[in-house]
C-alpha cells in the first residue's frame, strides 16, 4: 500500500479507452480502499478519486490526498476550483503523482462548494472553466477532462450546455462526462441535486452529434451494466455509473470487462474477491487503519443474492469493534453460508 513513487503511464489511448466505462468520484466513497476494492472486480473500468480541493494542494498541502495504490490504476483524479493558476499547480501535482487524468468538477452543487466557487456554478461562467482547462492543460501532459451538468438553476441547457462545451473543446479539453441533468443550487440539497433535476439523455446524444470528435460520457440515474451497454450502442463514447456501482460493484463491474472491452470472460465469484480483498485489509490495519474504513466499500458485494444481510451485518456490526482485523471477512463468508443454509 505504497504511494506509487514511479507511476506506471497510460498513455492517453489507454485512458480513452478505460472511459468507456467510468465509476463516478463521489466524496467520501470512492476513496482509495473503495478503488482497490473496485479494481479487483474490474481491470479495465476508469475509477475517479473524491473531489480533491486545489487550494487543499496547493495552500493546504495535503498532499497526503493524493495517495494512491499503482494497483488501482487507471486512476483519474477529479480536481475542485476555479483559479486557472492553482488549478494548474494542482494538476501539475496531480499528474507527478501519476493520475492518469485529471478532471475539473463542473456538476457538484454542495454549498460549501459553491463558496468557493466550485463545482456547479462553474456552468455560468465558461469562459473561466475554459481558462482553467488551458492553465491545466500547460501545466501537465495527462489528459484533462471536464464533469459537468447540463446547466444550472434557470438556464436553458439548449444553448448554454452546447456554449460551454464548445468553450472547453476549444481550451483543450480531451474529454467530457455529462451528469444529464440540472442542478439547482438554490432549495434543493446536493442529495436531491442527484434524483430531482430530470434527466435528459436526448440532450446528451444531441451533444455528441453536434460535437462528433469530442469524447462524451454519459453520467445519470444508469443502474446496469445493460443499460450502459445500450447508451455506447447509441453512440456515446462512454458511461459513467455512481452510485449503482457502488451500491452493487459485483452487477455492474464484474461483466464489464467482457461485455464492453470485449475481454474473455473469468470465472469469478464475489467470495474470491472478498477473498483477494483480505491482505490489502489486514496491511491497512497493521497501518493503524480501521478494518471498517476498508469493509464499508464492500457491503453490497453480494446485493441481491441469498445471505446478502448476513454478508452486511457481520461486516457493519463487527468491523468498528477495537481489534477487528481481516479476519472478519472470513467470519462474514461464513455467516453468510449459514444463512443460505438455513
Ligand atoms: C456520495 C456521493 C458523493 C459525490 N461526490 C461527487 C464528487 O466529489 N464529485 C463529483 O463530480 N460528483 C460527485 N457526486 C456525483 C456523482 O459523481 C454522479 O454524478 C451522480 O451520483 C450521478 O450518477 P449516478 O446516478 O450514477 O449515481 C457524488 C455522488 C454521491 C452519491
Wanted: proline share 6%.
Amino acid at each position: 500500500m505504497t504511494m506509487n513513487a514511479e507511476p506506471a503511464r497510460h498513455s492517453a489511448s489507454d485512458i480513452e479507452r478505460a472511459a468507456r466505462l467510468s465509476v463516478a468520484p463521489m466524496m467520501d466513497w470512492t476513496d482509495r480502499s473503495c478503488r482497490y476494492f473496485h479494481r479487483l472486480i474490474s481491470a479495465r473500468a476508469l475509477l475517479y478519486t473524491e473531489m480533491v480541493t486545489a487550494p487543499a494542494l496547493v495552500r493546504g498541502g495535503a498532499l497526503h490526498l493524493l495517495d494512491f495504490d499503482a494497483a488501482e490504476q487507471p486512476v483519474a483524479l477529479q480536481l475542485g476550483g476555479s483559479d486557472p493558476f492553482e488549478l494548474a499547480q494542482a494538476a501539475r501535482m496531480g499528474a507527478r503523482a501519476g493520475y492518469a487524468e485529471i478532471n475539473l468538477n463542473c456538476g457538484c452543487p454542495s454549498d460549501r462548494v459553491q463558496s468557493g466557487t466550485f463545482g456547479a456554478v462553474l456552468m455560468r461562467d465558461p469562459g473561466l472553466v475554459a481558462r482553467c482547462v488551458m492553465a491545466m492543460r500547460d501545466a501537465t501532459d495527462v489528459p484533462v477532462t471536464v464533469k459537468c451538468r447540463i446547466g444550472v438553476d434557470d438556464q436553458d441547457p439548449e444553448t448554454v450546455l452546447p456554449e460551454f462545451l464548445a468553450r472547453i473543446v476549444a481550451a483543450g479539453c480531451e474529454r467530457v462526462t455529462i451528469h444529464a441533468r440540472k442542478a439547482w443550487l438554490q432549495g434543493l440539497s446536493p442529495k436531491e441535486n442527484r434524483d430531482v433535476p430530470p434527466l435528459d439523455y436526448d440532450l446528451v446524444m444531441r451533444m455528441k452529434q453536434l460535437f462528433p470528435n469530442l469524447h462524451i460520457s454519459i453520467n445519470g440515474g444508469v443502474d446496469g451494466l445493460d443499460a450502459a451497454v445500450s447508451l455506447l450502442d447509441q453512440g456515446l463514447d462512454g458511461v459513467m455509473i455512481g452510485r449503482a456501482a457502488y451500491h452493487q460493484p459485483w452487477d455492474i463491474l464484474s461483466n464489464a470487462d467482457a461485455a464492453i472491452w470485449g475481454d474473455v470472460p473469468r470465472a469469478r465469484a464475489p467470495e474470491d474477491v472478498a477473498h483477494a480483498m483480505m491482505p490489502y485489509a489486514q496491511a491497512h490495519v497493521d497501518a493503524g487503519g480501521k478494518l471498517s474504513q476498508v469493509t464499508r466499500h464492500m457491503l453490497g458485494l453480494f446485493a441481491g443474492r441469498p445471505g446478502a444481510r448476513a454478508w452486511r451485518r457481520t461486516l457493519s456490526e463487527h468491523a468498528v469493534r477495537p481489534g477487528a482485523d481481516a479476519r472478519l471477512i472470513e467470519t462474514a463468508l461464513s455467516h453468510m453460508e449459514e444463512a443460505r443454509a438455513a
